[in-house]
């Protein structure tokens, strides 16, 4: 079906009359007329009724006059966007960031790299929770978001970036039972000290809570913690302890007064993943920051945090 002619048709029912939309379209009438006679004809319908007044689209005209608004509309975005395409991408992109993870310190790298490579890409940079990560990004607030992975979401995608081990964070001068090597710590001893974790919405805490309980021991939570200078101050004082991946752990609590031990027997891992909607494509500008956070990520993380191997089980008798 030729656009052109569907574009003749609009015009045709918008102006009520054959000879009004001649002059409109500089077109001569009889070569109009024969253009709506050949939708007639393809179509199998009648679709104009023609008097003395003018012209009435029959209820098959109302039909392909509504669908035709549609398709012209569609016809003349595709042209204006690819007329865009070849300008560098421009537009405001929002990105969720997860809280308690080491994605909230790259900020100034990914606000760094975007306006080095797309200066007319404005980031809306935010922290939310992936509990309600799924309805933000559905409805159009957010674009893409870097949180912890909780799993499927129905109308959102997840990207796993890397998976890591989880690190006990507890104050440098804190005495601690000695783990099976330097540096770690098992769960179970992890399990007897005090925590401060995010609240159950947070896929971290479900992740550590479920390691816990799965061991058949009771989460000594002393207390709910958003805010990182709150938790910092909290272990400075040595009121408690938290449970970080290691990325995370470097990012935030990198001062020689913590000490950062792997948990063992078993590891608790998480899992770092770019989020992004399902139903719909991003925009040319999202498309553009979205190939920028996977190459940098994936080259830091990968090579930084590269993933430690899972645990050999002990060797039977």
Do not use: W
């Not at 991003?282 to 080259?299: F, I």
């Amino acid at each position: 079906m030729d656009t052109r002619k569907l574009a003749y048709f609009v015009k045709i029912v918008d102006s009520g009359s054959i000879t009004k939309a001649a002059a409109a379209l500089h077109v001569a009438q009889p070569a109009l007329s024969q253009q709506v006679s050949s939708l007639e004809t393809e179509l199998k319908q009648r679709l104009l009724i023609r008097s003395k007044q003018g012209v009435e689209p029959t209820a098959a005209g109302h039909t392909l006059y509504r669908h035709s608004q549609t398709i012209l509309r569609l016809v003349e975005q595709a042209r204006l966007d690819v007329a865009a395409s070849g300008a560098a991408p421009s537009g405001r992109v929002s990105i969720a960031i997860a809280p308690y993870s080491m994605a909230s310190s790259l900020t100034p790298r990914i606000i760094s790299e975007v306006n080095r490579r797309y200066p007319d890409i404005v980031l809306h940079l935010t922290e939310i929770y992936g509990g309600v990560l799924s309805e933000a990004i559905k409805n159009g607030r957010l674009d893409m978001a870097l949180i912890y992975e909780p799993g499927p979401i129905r109308g959102v995608q997840f990207t796993t970036l890397i998976v890591e081990d989880l690190y006990l964070i507890v104050n440098g001068g804190r005495e601690l039972p000695v783990g099976p090597e330097a540096d770690t710590i098992t769960l179970e001893q992890a399990a007897t000290l005090g925590l401060f974790l995010p609240e159950q919405i947070h896929t971290l805490r479900q992740v550590v809570q479920a390691g816990i309980e799965g061991k058949g021991l009771t989460l000594r939570l002393v207390g709910e913690v958003e805010s990182v200078p709150s938790l910092t101050r909290l272990l400075r004082s040595d009121l408690g302890a938290t449970i970080l991946p290691k990325s995370a752990a470097d990012a935030l609590f990198h001062e020689e007064d913590f000490r950062v031990l792997r948990i063992v027997d078993p590891a608790l891992q998480c899992k770092i993943a770019l989020c992004t909607p399902d139903h719909e494509p991003l925009s040319e500008a999202g498309s553009a920051v979205l190939l920028v956070l996977k190459e940098m990520l994936q080259e830091m993380l990968s090579s930084k945090y590269p993933p430690i191997s899972a645990e050999k089980p002990a060797a039977s008798n």
